[in-house]
């Protein structure tokens, strides 16, 4: 890997959802993501993963989101994917 590719993985990343999608905000870009742009978003175990269009995937890890806000953050996540939302066991 270039070191190009390795300081944009670098840092911290903050995800902001909403209504009109999601903004993958890091030090030097904030892109924001319309909900049409996601293929499908996938609950699994330990993380939700975003699977975007054209390419891309976003992966929020369960451990950001406190246990006791888990429920509604995965229903509203369920209300602005809608039929996009899946569930995976494995």
Same mark, same amino acid.
């Given at each position: 890997?270039?070191?190009?590719?390795?300081? !944009?993985?670098?840092?911290?990343?903050?995800?902001?959802?909403?209504?009109?999608?999601?903004?993958?905000?890091? &030090?030097? &870009?904030?892109?924001?993501? &319309?909900?049409?742009?996601?293929?499908?978003?996938?609950?699994?175990?330990?993380?939700?993963?975003?699977?975007?269009?054209?390419?891309?995937? !976003?992966?929020?890890?369960?451990? &950001?989101?406190?246990?006791?806000?888990?429920e509604a953050f995965t229903a509203q996540l369920l209300e602005w994917a809608?039929?996009?939302?899946?569930?995976?066991?494995?």
């Amino acid at each position: 890997m270039s070191d190009t590719v390795n300081a !944009r993985q670098a840092g911290p990343t903050e995800i902001e959802l909403s209504d009109a999608g999601l903004r993958v905000s890091k &030090a030097d &870009a904030a892109p924001e993501i &319309a909900w049409a742009s996601v293929r499908y978003v996938m609950e699994r175990p330990e993380v939700w993963v975003f699977l975007l269009v054209p390419s891309g995937t !976003r992966i929020i890890p369960k451990s &950001a989101v406190e246990p006791d806000q888990q429920e509604a953050f995965t229903a509203q996540l369920l209300e602005w994917a809608g039929t996009k939302y899946r569930v995976r066991d494995k």
